[in-house]
């Protein structure tokens, strides 16, 4: 069944000027890219969409890193997209990230936060996700213009 996914860019993927690589490598991988933006993020969004690592200790440094410049929000659509992106995306620390992932090829070897890229990691966050940036209930499989 065709997915939605939510994909962002995050501030140190925009500032090294990436998001035509990104755009090009999600699109190459068959993904219609539904929805993109450019903007900068508050605090309370992230706090929201960041919950689960908001008591780490990294957090801090995290949220200002996130806060720091524009970010590319993104509706990405497609067949399997949800755990197609992270296999695009590559896994969290860019360090264990393997050549040819996003994160492997641009992420921060020594800033573990600093991974270029965040996308949905399930069916379920990934519509909480797309409504949260984005103020718009999809479903799954279900076509859709915006
Ligand atoms: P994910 O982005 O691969 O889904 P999550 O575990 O959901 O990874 O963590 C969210 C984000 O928090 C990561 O993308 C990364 O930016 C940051 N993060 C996770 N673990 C660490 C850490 O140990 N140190 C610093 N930042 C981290
Ligand atoms: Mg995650």
Redesign the pocket.
């Known amino acids: 069944m065709k997915e939605y996914t939510y994909i962002m860019i995050k501030p140190d993927g925009v500032k090294a000027g990436l998001t035509e690589e990104i755009v090009r490598r999600i699109q190459n991988k068959g993904y219609e890219i539904k929805l993109f933006d450019v903007r900068k993020l508050d605090g309370d969004i992230l706090d929201e969409h960041?919950a689960?690592?908001k008591d780490?200790d990294?957090y801090p440094e995290?949220k200002e890193f996130m806060l720091s410049d524009y970010v590319v929000p993104m509706i990405v659509y497609g067949e399997n997209a949800i755990q197609g992106m992270r296999d695009l995306m590559g896994?969290?620390r860019s360090s264990e990230a393997p050549a040819g992932t996003i994160r492997g090829d641009f992420g921060n070897k020594e800033i573990?936060?600093q991974?270029v890229i965040?996308?949905s990691?399930s069916r379920e966050t990934a519509l909480i996700e797309i409504e949260r940036f984005f103020n718009i209930k999809v479903n799954h499989g279900e076509e859709k213009d915006f």
């Open positions: 960041y689960h690592v780490r990294f995290m896994p969290t573990v936060n991974n965040h996308g990691d």
